[in-house]
């Protein structure tokens, strides 16, 4: 999926941003999309995302660099010529048409004939299961379904290319979750190129090819999201994605990407180097949650142990989630699965603990 | 579905409806109590002045209480009886009356407003109303000729009673001819109705003009960032806090023929010494200056709709394919129909009925219709003001009427 420079069908190259002349919002982002390609940007408020898509869409111009839209630079190219579709956080329908009125609008300002604006229309409408729902208007529907309209919208002048800008953002929870399997079906259908921003990793993690992880104004990490979630590049990334232990530490031996680390209480566990270069460098290793093991047989012959003491067990259904004191830390998390043969742990008791070294990554500090 | 409601009852078998109005009496009794100081003071201070002044338009006693004979004979004798010796008995009695309640100036006034020059008649004709002999018809002729005009005479008749449409009448430029068939007055005297129209004209041209200069500066305000806009709020509401004939007379100072504004014309040589622009004390100086005035009041609900339109609409509609002049037409215009529907009726209802500014600068032709009301108030001839008065909000009521159909009141935002 990973287009390479010439042949990507949305381009950013060295862009850069600033609102103010002072500050930059978006410092040096490149990024190439294929065609088809589902990628979201992920990351914090204020982290740049959200000022990447406005200037894809032609809302705000950048102040440096380039931005090609299937081969053809588009800096200067207004936002109603770039045929690019778009869905609002707020849907943006507009309140004073039907919702028949809403998806022929993009055709009526592209002077479509009357009985090919119905023909797709219906189709869009149906498109979205929304078929009988043409003469409504925005402010008589649920959330749910103006979301579906404003995706209808977007739709309905058959652009190549839809953005969405946090559009699941005011809906409920199980909503949400159903609405992204169908925007998901949707791209999958319609081999449409999506570049979604949002602020839930959850989201991200479901839905996308790769995803862009922003912070600082750059893209920390691009990738797909499996690899995102087990092999974060740094620090930022680990914790933005999924929950994630901490532990502060010094580079005792270095040997490829094996590393050996010493906690602050001058334990030794084992990681993979990630980020670090030199033995003496200051680290943070980040291990995931389930992924921390502590009956004996399950961690890897020779790997390091270290003590825990369980401070709190929290029962919640799938899993038990057990809070330890590890190297002095109150807040590493274990995450055991509620199976029946599951080894009980009780608050005070004291285990040993352990894991694949490959989980452990070894993280500049921050 | 009301059926069901009306037969559901409270837990101990009472009406449910009756328990609810009973359960929130106390409430609205107390919220009663809290608005009764203000609906006192509307009753007191609006709506009776205004049921007075309506009243006025129709109501005037100034003859009728004074011709207590004449009035029988009126009632005697149908309307077109030729006015026989009786009738001028009748007058001649009635004369002698108003000499000794010196009430003949203010009964010849009252016929005056029909019949003009008629007022001396009733005063030289009562000064020597208890000399008077019969034949009285003979005798009162040989004082004024005049005396058998039946345009008197009908305005005689008409005015013996006090309830009367003869101020709107006239109030539309209308008179009754010696028939008693309503005629247009003659061409030079029509000013009520003529400066009726001209007013609700000027007052369109003031809004239509507030409206243009208006929605721009509405625009920038409501998308600037918020401490920039309280600002320039500032400055579009400084001419609220400054005293109205302070501001009046600055743009005497700006625009008279030696102002600055010519001054500036002159200087730039766009306009010779001799060819100053005369732009007060005339319709130009009227409109100027009430545009000023009124200009906030249609900046402000403007703001308040075009505040609370998201950007996301216009930009949905430009992502959509539009160009910004349909965006503007068919999304953001359509969505400030309300902030301009309260702007334009806000603007206008207080352009047409407005008053100080006009009188201070409006000179010969720039005066509007409250102008003229105020006029016949100065000449204590109540009734027609409270006529022409009338005519105004009657004008006004109209277009709120019309407003209400084409727009809807309830799409009314003022802020």
């Known amino acids: ?366 | 579905m009301s059926d069901v409601a009306s037969q559901l009852t409270t837990a101990d078998g009472r009406p449910l409806k009756a328990a609810l109005a009973s359960a929130q009496a106390r409430a609205k009794r107390r919220a009663f109590f809290l608005v009764l100081p203000l609906l006192l003071f509307i009753l007191i201070s609006f709506a009776v002045p205004i049921g007075q002044m309506l009243q006025r338009s129709v109501y005037n006693d100034q003859f009728s209480k004074s011709v207590p004979a004449l009035s029988q004979w009126f009632a005697e004798n149908p309307k077109g009886t030729a006015p026989d010796e009786a009738a001028f008995a009748a007058l001649a009695s009635d004369l002698v009356l108003m000499k000794e309640t010196r009430a003949a100036g203010d009964a010849g006034t009252r016929i005056n407003y029909v019949v003009s020059g008629t007022r001396s008649m009733f005063t030289k004709a009562a000064r020597g109303a208890d000399k008077l002999e019969p034949p009285f018809m003979e005798a009162m002729l040989e004082l004024d000729e005049d005396w058998d005009n039946p345009l008197v005479w009908n305005a005689m008749r008409s005015a013996a009673s006090p309830w009367t449409f003869d101020f709107y009448t006239i109030a539309f430029d209308l008179e009754r001819d010696a028939d008693g068939k309503l005629t247009k007055v003659d061409e030079t005297q029509r000013i009520y109705f003529r400066l009726f129209i001209k007013t609700f004209l000027i007052a369109g041209v003031i809004t239509a003009i507030c409206l243009v200069l208006a929605f721009p500066i509405a625009h920038l305000l409501a998308t600037l960032p918020m401490a920039k806009a309280n600002l320039l709020m500032i400055l579009v509401l400084l001419p609220f806090w400054t005293s109205l004939l302070v501001r009046t007379t600055s743009w005497i100072v700006l625009l008279q023929g030696q102002g600055v504004v010519n001054d500036i014309l002159v200087a730039l040589g766009i306009i010779g010494d001799d060819g100053r622009l005369q732009m007060i004390y005339n319709q130009t100086g009227t409109i100027i200056a009430m545009v000023h005035i009124l200009l906030p009041f249609m900046v402000l609900p403007l703001y308040s709709v075009m505040r609370v339109i998201p950007v996301s609409y216009t930009r949905a509609a430009r992502s959509l394919g539009a160009t910004s002049w349909t965006t503007f037409r068919r999304i953001y215009l359509p969505q400030t129909i309300p902030g301009i529907g309260a702007g334009v009726l806000l603007v206008f209802i207080l352009a047409v009925g407005y008053y100080i500014t006009p009188a201070l600068v409006g000179g010969a032709d720039g005066q509007l219709f409250s102008n003229m009301v105020q006029f016949h108030m100065t000449k204590a001839n109540w009734s027609m003001a409270a006529a022409l008065a009338t005519m105004l909000l009657v004008g006004v009521l109209v277009l709120y009427w019309l407003y209400d159909r084409l727009i809807g009141i309830d799409k009314l935002k003022l802020g």
Not at chain 1, 37 to 51: A, I, R, V
Not at chain 1, 99 to 115: C, Y
Not at chain 1, 137 to 159: E, N, W
Not at chain 1, 315 to 330: C, E, F, N, P, Q
Request: hydrophobic share 40%; glycine share 8%.
């Open chain 1, 1 to 366: 999926m990973v287009a390479s420079r010439d042949d990507a069908f949305v381009s950013f190259e060295h862009v850069q941003k600033s609102y103010d002349g002072e500050t930059l919002v978006v410092k040096d982002l490149n990024l190439q999309l294929a065609k088809g390609e589902f990628l979201t940007m992920l990351g914090p408020s204020g982290s740049g995302k959200t000022t990447c898509l406005m200037m894809l869409a032609g809302f705000e111009t950048a102040t440096h660099g380039e931005i090609r839209l299937d081969g053809k630079p588009i800096n200067q190219v207004p936002p109603h010529k770039r045929g690019i579709g778009m869905v609002f956080q707020n849907y943006a329908l507009f309140p004073h048409m039907t919702v028949g009125e809403n998806l022929s609008f993009p055709l009526e300002v592209r002077g479509m004939g009357k009985s090919e604006r119905e023909e797709k229309i219906k189709r869009a409408l149906d498109m979205v299961q929304m078929g009988a729902f043409a003469n409504r208007r925005p402010a008589q529907m649920s959330g749910g379904q103006q979301q579906r309209i404003a995706l209808a919208r977007a739709l309905v002048f058959d652009p190549k290319l839809v953005l969405m800008d946090e559009p699941l953002g005011a809906l409920d929870k199980q909503l949400r979750e159903h609405m992204q399997f169908e925007i998901k079906h949707l791209h999958e259908s319609l081999g449409i190129t999506v570049v979604y921003v949002t602020h839930d990793q959850g989201e991200a993690l479901t839905m996308s090819d790769r995803v862009a992880v922003f912070n600082d104004g750059r893209i920390q990490q691009l990738a797909p999201p499996a690899e995102l979630y087990e092999r974060p590049d740094n620090s930022f990334v680990a914790g933005f994605i999924g929950e994630n232990n901490k532990l502060p530490g010094v580079i005792e031996e270095l040997n490829g990407d094996r590393a050996v680390v010493r906690l602050e209480n001058g334990e030794l566990i084992d990681a993979t180097a990630v980020n670090v270069q030199a033995k003496g460098d200051k680290t943070l290793v980040s291990i995931r949650p389930e992924r921390v093991e502590f009956k004996p047989e399950l961690i890897p012959a020779g790997a390091h142990t270290i003590d825990a003491e369980v401070l709190e067990v929290i029962y919640m259904g799938d899993i038990l989630r057990t809070r330890m004191r590890v190297a002095g830390h109150d807040e590493f998390v274990v995450k055991c699965r509620n199976t029946i043969d599951q080894m009980p742990l009780t608050p005070g008791q004291r285990i040993r603990i352990g894991w694949n070294p490959l989980d452990a990554r070894a993280l500049d500090m921050i």
